[in-house]
Nanobody, 124 residues
């Protein structure tokens, strides 16, 4: 059973940078497309970014592609999300996600495994 544990969230100031981490266990990490979703209060969970099995391909939601960077370290079974120039609208719970298939990866219902989430709160 795949287990995902996020870390790195917290209370930050607008304009700051932050790196979220997600530790993967329970299966072969390199067999999974990894990525992140987020959910703001009162909103639906939305796709943020994803990265292919070996890390060669990355994908981003249009709303974040200029400030967010996703990466992975297959030797450490970890995926990262770096966020620069944080804005108040980035306030959300950020969820790590894993699924072996790349097709439709940005759709919530496709994802097989989820982490418990890490809260990011941006103050002005």
């Amino acid at each position: 059973q795949v287990h995902l544990v996020e870390s790195g969230g917290g209370l930050v100031q607008a304009g700051d940078s932050l790196r979220l981490s997600c530790a993967f266990s329970g299966d072969t990490f390199s067999a999974y497309v990894m990525g992140w979703f987020r959910q703001a209060p009162g909103e639906e969970r939305e796709y943020v970014a994803s990265i292919s099995w070996g890390g060669a391909m990355t994908y981003y939601a249009d709303s974040v592609k200029d400030r967010f960077t996703i990466s992975r370290n297959n030797a450490k079974n970890t995926v990262y999300l770096e966020i620069s120039n944080l804005k108040r609208e980035d306030t959300a719970v950020y969820y790590c996600a894993a699924d072996q298939n790349l097709e439709d990866w940005h759709k919530v219902y496709v994802i097989d495994y989820w982490g418990q989430g890490t809260q990011v709160t941006v103050s002005s």
